[in-house]
């Protein structure tokens, strides 16, 4: 795509506070942003996430209060919380290659010395010591293409640190199932009138931001 | 932008181990991806980052040994660094708010109460117990919108956790500028015969990664 364009979609896009009920997001737009949430890139490829897409009134009115009263939570169109596993197994490792050894139409085996590397880094390794903190890293990239990807399909989103992640995994079932939420992102399009949409947007020049060497 | 254009591109994009060094990227495309890492939105607008931009080969090559020997970091077209503050500080806080006030042409006094809350957050709060590992968090964002943004380019890059802060932050003299890097991204085009970039993306499916409420 020219650069135009995509610069054009980024200055765009802002934290939209209020979302219009009237006009949820075309189906088209939204599997769309799924699947580019799905093609994600995460560390070694182990996608340690679960994306939790909420368009259930009640649910979101309910989630409301765990998000310090911030009404875009209940009027968005699509709610998502990118959860992560709260521990990360060698089980979980061993799916993985299974799965790329499916894929890619190879032995398992053939891939023991990246298993054993994965194993001894997220594992048993460095990162196993703050498997939490790991899988929040890779939300997070999730988050950064979800943004631009939405931008570019001109649909507004909302990402919020500020809400409390006991308050969604209790609503959400998510200790259950190993899984604790990492971040949240509000979706649809922006009220008419949605004060923040007018205000010009607050970056650092280049000059202040880049190191070259 | 079409669904389906966005979704080539992301399907195109994958961790570049060889770049071909005879196509280092285009000024006009480099520019486009700097305004981009600039866009990306941050917890409370903070951008607590820094971009460092390497393109000096000594530079790189010297990088490799710090990077478990992997030799992208040498062939790439620009070796991309983002680091993080190691603290974040009043001062700190006070310069985003002087920053808002003169982008939006408003007193720096009607912005108390918000400056107050980020104080209370990321200096003295929660957040501030672990600043690194939050601005972690937001240099991960600006890793994924800038693999999008890359993608969308036709800019090749290769994601990387596998390096030692310590050692970069030594080569680039980051620590005494307050700042420790957080993860580092090779980007250029890939080189014709990197194996790796015919082999099946692995990804689970929609059914395994999303849940719906």
Redesign the interface.
Request: proline share 3%; hydrophobic share 45%.
């Given at each position: 795509?020219e650069?135009d364009?995509?610069?054009q979609?980024?200055?765009w896009?802002y934290?939209a506070k209020a979302f219009d009920p009237e006009r949820p997001i075309a189906d088209?737009?939204w599997?769309?942003l799924?699947?580019?949430?799905?093609?994600?890139?995460s560390?070694y490829?182990m996608?340690p996430?679960?994306?939790?897409?909420?368009?259930?009134q009640a649910?979101k009115d309910e989630l409301i209060q765990h998000s310090y009263g911030q009404k875009q939570v209940g009027n968005c169109s699509h709610l998502l919380a990118i959860a992560v596993q709260t521990d990360v197994t060698e089980a979980d490792v061993d799916r993985?290659m299974a799965?790329?050894a499916e894929?890619?139409g190879v032995d398992v085996g053939t891939m023991d010395f990246f298993r054993n590397m994965v194993v001894g880094d997220i594992v048993n390794g460095p990162?196993g010591e703050d498997i939490v903190?790991w899988g929040?890293?890779?939300a997070?990239?999730?988050?950064?293409?979800?943004?631009?990807?939405a931008a570019?399909?001109g649909v507004d989103c909302c990402?919020m640190?500020g809400f409390s992640p006991k308050g969604y995994d209790e609503v959400?079932g998510l200790a259950d199932k190993g899984l604790t939420t990492a971040?949240v992102c509000p979706a649809g399009h922006r009220a008419e009138g949605d004060k923040y949409a007018d205000?010009?947007?607050?970056?650092?020049?280049?000059e202040e931001?880049?190191?070259?060497?």
């Open positions: 795509m650069t364009d995509l610069l979609s980024l200055r896009r934290a088209e737009a599997d769309a799924e699947e580019a949430l799905r093609l994600t890139p560390s490829g996608q996430w679960k994306f939790i897409v909420i368009t259930d649910t993985f799965s790329t894929t890619r990162r903190g929040k890293l890779q997070y990239i999730a988050l950064g293409n979800f943004m631009t990807s570019l399909l990402p640190e959400l971040v205000l010009a947007k607050v970056r650092y020049s280049k931001l880049f190191e070259r060497v």
